[in-house]
């Protein structure tokens, strides 16, 4: 048994009926193809998983931006936030927040472990998604579907079935073995290596006497499948409402040699059921379970077998019987009948009859079929120069009785435990298309491969030998063998299924034109409905992952990128969503940059509301200052208006006064400080006010004029005659947008 051939895989799109509708679409395509999206997928679910984490910034900034008066680490945590970091860099970012306001800030750890917690959680998900993603595609011991041009109705001929017991032969002994870890190899054909199967002793399936009681009591082995959804066990790719469930048992014991044999002189057999000349002296030994009609005068006689060959071969032997309990399989293709006491009318009866040749044993054997307890009158020289005593068998062959058993069932209808049915059709006359073609397809290949089919090399024993020398053998040897026929029908069963797609003739070409091409409906869709495993070269790509992947991520992008957009254009219309859309814009790095450069009086701004501040046309910016050694100012809360005190005795010079939206100039003495640009103003006190200038006037010794120009209007203060010694001056500018 081999990998499916490369040129029967069908490429393309398909669905995996078994994972449903819309779960198991696939694309089956070549390994170079599917690195290419392999690639393509990891990206876009970064893509994707990063804008998710940008969203969900966003809305965390967005639901702490409520207006009120925070401390500097909250102000810095949500400056961090506007920056949309990466999770890993949001975690840094809060360890490092948390230590150096750990001795300055009421619950530091606290506020900090929240945001890095997220992102600790989002770094684990962005991780598990990239993980995720991956199983999209499938590249290791796939399912695939057969294509193959050679679909047909498997034939009965002897040389295909030669042909693939002989592969299944090896497979049974690999892959029906009852261990924890098969062989790589029986994970690479089917899509299940192997149907389980019950082993049970039982009660005699004939009459008590025909049974050979042993250690075990009941002395009957069983072996039963149980019913199996062929849709599953065979890897079909059909609908749910099409599966039919499919059973077979089998139950056999040891028959009775004594009272059943018989020896003859050679001569006294006919030649021509015998089949070649005999030998001078040659006896035979006969075999009596039923009836073989053809044999004329020798119809009692089921088997024989010659003694000279069990004294000359060291090589065990098998040999089979069948009887069906359908007539029309019973008349057509066998002449068995067993006797009165081995008649069932709820089976098939098998006869494996097991030769043991002249075949030592170095220790006795207490099988029930292998018994082996004659010492042997040949004396051999031990490797230690002694002498060596070997057993043989105590009788040439041993008889084993099987009941074979089947079980059709389309949905909760099922046909009783009995025979192969030769008329399964007319048993099942209500069933679709599919299911129909099914029915038939089984009944052929049970047909074709039962307990009776098993060659000579298909004994077990001949594990034990080595150049016709058993050293030891356990006690339950005939039901190791029985178990291994049981294991041979099913591997048989699940090749012969799975060759009905791929083509009977492609395992035997010279019975191409024995195989039954398709006609019916049912036939041609089983013909595409074969799935199996392909351990390389190809890999399927799940169409909905792909999808979900594809939509997700693009769909993560796209509100990532117009969220805040659309939020904006909305606040147009539901003033109560201004104030937090507009947080989000004002700690943007760009408008605290912008900031910055007010603060030292650069820059005539425009476009204040959004993202992007704007300067006016070629106008240049020096760098920031970095004033380290300036000294700490005290500020007030917010709304407290700015003050710019005079210099007494110091009003000899003018003095430019500059700022974003003030110029001012004094004729008797210079301005302390710069105030405060309009925007600057109401970003401190939260809503839109006039520019406010307060200057504190000392007594003076003279009078003076100044002139305040500011947006577009001049402001004369005559100390002599408006204000009085000690007095104020006030400026009050209008709004600038």
Not at 39 to 65: C, D, E, K, M, N
Not at 314 to 330: A, D, E
Not at 346 to 362: H, N, Q
Not at 399 to 414: H, L, P
């Amino acid at each position: 048994m081999s990998e499916l051939p490369s040129q029967f895989v069908k490429r393309g799109i398909w669905t995996n009926l078994e994972q449903g509708p819309v779960l198991g679409q696939t694309i089956t395509t070549d390994i170079g193809t599917g690195t290419v999206v392999i690639a393509l997928l990891a990206v876009l679910s970064s893509i994707g998983t990063a804008h998710l984490w940008h969203l969900l910034v966003f809305v965390y900034h967005q639901s702490r931006a409520n207006g009120q008066h925070r401390d500097a680490l909250f102000r810095q945590q949500q400056a961090t936030l506007r920056t949309l970091p990466t999770p890993s860099t949001l975690l840094a970012e809060a360890i490092k927040s948390w230590w150096a306001w750990r001795n300055k800030a009421d619950s530091a750890l606290s506020r900090s472990l929240l945001q890095g917690s997220l992102a600790l959680l989002c770094t684990l998900a962005s991780l598990s998604a990239s993980i995720l993603s991956s199983w999209v595609i499938t590249s290791s011991n796939i399912e695939v579907l057969v294509d193959s041009p050679h679909c047909g109705v498997t034939p009965t001929s002897s040389i295909y079935q030669a042909n693939l017991v002989q592969v299944t032969h090896t497979y049974a002994s690999e892959c029906y073995q009852n261990m924890t870890s098969l062989p790589q190899r029986c994970n690479n054909i089917f899509t299940r290596p192997n149907i389980p199967l019950v082993t049970s002793y039982t009660d005699c399936p004939f009459l008590p006497s025909m049974c050979v009681h042993g250690t075990n009591d009941p002395p009957a082995v069983s072996i039963d499948s149980g019913l199996v959804s062929v849709r599953g066990a065979f890897g079909l790719n059909i609908a749910s409402h099409d599966d039919m469930r499919y059973r077979r048992r089998t139950t056999c014991a040891v028959l009775p040699t004594e009272g059943h044999t018989s020896i003859i002189n050679a001569s006294d057999f006919p030649t021509g059921i015998r089949g070649k000349q005999d030998f001078p002296g040659e006896q035979l030994i006969l075999y009596h379970y039923g009836q073989q009609p053809l044999n004329g005068e020798w119809a009692n006689t089921t088997a024989f077998h010659s003694l000279l060959a069990s004294n000359l071969s060291r090589q065990c032997g098998l040999l089979s019987q069948i009887s069906y309990q359908s007539p029309i399989f019973q008349e057509e293709y066998t002449s068995f009948e067993p006797m009165q006491e081995m008649k069932r009318d709820d089976a098939d009866i098998a006869l494996m009859g097991v030769f043991k040749y002249a075949t030592e044993y170095l220790t006795p054997v207490d099988d029930l079929v292998f018994s082996a307890h004659r010492e042997s009158s040949t004396v051999y020289v031990g490797v230690d120069g002694g002498n060596a005593t070997f057993y043989l068998s105590d009788t040439p062959g041993t008889f084993i009785g099987c009941t074979a058993q089947y079980q059709f069932c389309i949905a909760e209808n099922c046909t009783p435990l009995g025979g192969l049915p030769a008329d399964i059709l007319d048993i099942f006359p209500m069933t679709s298309n599919i299911q129909a073609a099914l029915l038939e397809l089984f009944v052929n290949v049970s047909f074709s491969f039962d307990i009776s089919t098993q060659r000579d090399d298909q004994l077990n024993a001949l594990t034990f030998t080595q150049d016709g020398t058993v050293k030891s053998m356990p006690d339950n040897q005939w039901v190791v063998e029985t178990q291994y026929w049981e294991y041979n029908v099913w591997a048989s069963i699940q090749g012969a299924i799975s060759d009905y797609a791929i083509g009977p003739a492609v395992r035997a070409p010279s019975e191409e034109s024995m195989v039954g091409k398709p006609v019916t409906d049912g036939e041609k869709a089983l013909c595409n409905a074969q799935k199996m495993r392909k351990a390389g070269g190809f890999v399927n790509i799940n169409c909905f992952g792909l999808v979900f992947i594809v939509v997700v991520s693009c769909t993560f992008m796209a509100l990532d990128i117009g969220l805040l957009h659309f939020l904006i254009y909305l606040s147009k219309f539901r003033r109560a969503l201004a104030p937090r859309s507009d947080r989000w814009i004002q700690d943007g790095v760009l408008q605290l940059q912008r900031r910055a450069y007010e603060g030292q009086g650069q820059g005539t701004w425009t476009n204040l509301d959004q993202e992007i501040p704007l300067t006016v046309e070629k106008e240049l910016l020096s760098d920031l200052q970095n004033n380290t050694n300036a000294p700490a100012q005290s500020k007030g809360p917010p709304n407290q208006e700015s003050k710019a005190a005079i210099e007494p005795n110091s009003l000899s010079t003018p003095t430019q006064l500059e700022d974003s939206s003030v110029q001012g100039s004094v004729a008797t003495g210079p301005i302390a400080r710069t105030p405060l640009s309009q925007q600057t103003q109401q970003d401190l006190n939260g809503s839109p006010s006039p520019t406010r200038m307060s200057f504190a006037i000392p007594e003076p010794p003279q009078v003076g004029t100044m002139n305040a120009t500011g947006l577009g209007r001049t402001v004369s203060i005559d100390r002599g005659h408006d204000l009085p010694a000690g007095g104020t001056a006030t400026s009050d500018a209008p709004d600038r947008h």
